[in-house]
Structure formats: structure tokens, C-alpha cells
Nanobody
Framework: QVQLVESGGGLVQAGGSLRLSCAAS????????TGWFRRAPGKEREFVAA????????YYAEFVKGRFTILRDNAKSTVNLQMNSLKPEDTAVYYC??????????????????WGQGTQVTVSS
């Protein structure tokens, strides 16, 4: 069992930045691809970004490319999401996710092995 703990959400003005952090309680992320999803009000949960644990390759949704960066901090055993140039439409609950096997499992919500509890990000206009 892997427990994921997120932190770093909050309120920011449009154009600002936030950094989300995800830690695996009691263990490292070794063997787990890790990523982020989000759910905006009235919308389905959607993929944001992921990182391959084996080679560090990253994957992004089109709507965050060039603005968000997923980073792995092996020393702290955390996976972070640096969010820049935030827009009001980025307002959502952001969830950390982890799964074994192929990183392409992030294309399906049902393929995710573990979820965090979520952290609110609100971007004001």
C-alpha cells in the first residue's frame, strides 16, 4: 500500500506560480511512475503530467505544455509540479497519482494504483 500526501495548493492571481509536492508516506517512489491529475468544478478528472520512474521521461497534457513542469526530487522522495503562468481555467483540485508498469497507464483513470487526497488550486482573474 502506498499513501500519497500532497501539499502546496492555494490561491494565486492569474499569471502567478505555485509548486505542488507529492510524497509517498513511509517509502520512496522507486518502481512507481508518478503524476498529477486535476478535476475542475463540474468536469471530469483529467490527466495533467507524469514522470517515468525508470528514465525520468516526462509526459504532459497539451493544455499545460510550456507552463507546468513535473520534477522528481530523489533526495526528498517527492514529485513536484511547478505551475507557472497560471490561468483561471487551471482552478481545480489537483491529485497526485502513482502506478506501476507502463507510464501509459496514466491515460486511464482506472489504471491508476494509488491516489492522493487532493489539494485545491484556485487562480483568480
Amino acid at each position: 500500500q502506498v499513501q500519497l500526501v500532497e501539499s502546496g495548493g492555494g490561491l494565486v492571481q492569474a499569471g502567478g506560480s505555485l509548486r505542488l509536492s507529492c510524497a509517498a508516506s513511509g517509502r520512496t517512489f522507486s518502481g512507481y511512475n508518478t503524476g498529477w491529475f486535476r478535476r475542475a468544478p463540474g468536469k471530469e478528472r483529467e490527466f495533467v503530467a507524469a514522470i517515468n520512474w525508470r528514465d525520468g521521461r516526462t509526459y504532459y497534457a497539451e493544455f499545460v505544455k510550456g507552463r507546468f513542469t513535473i520534477l522528481r526530487d530523489n533526495a526528498k522522495s517527492t514529485v513536484n509540479l511547478q505551475m507557472n503562468s497560471l490561468k483561471p481555467e487551471d482552478t481545480a483540485v489537483y491529485y497526485c497519482a502513482a502506478t506501476q508498469g507502463s507510464p501509459y497507464r496514466f491515460t486511464s483513470l482506472s489504471e491508476i494504483d494509488y491516489w492522493g487526497q487532493g489539494t485545491q488550486v484556485t487562480v483568480s482573474s
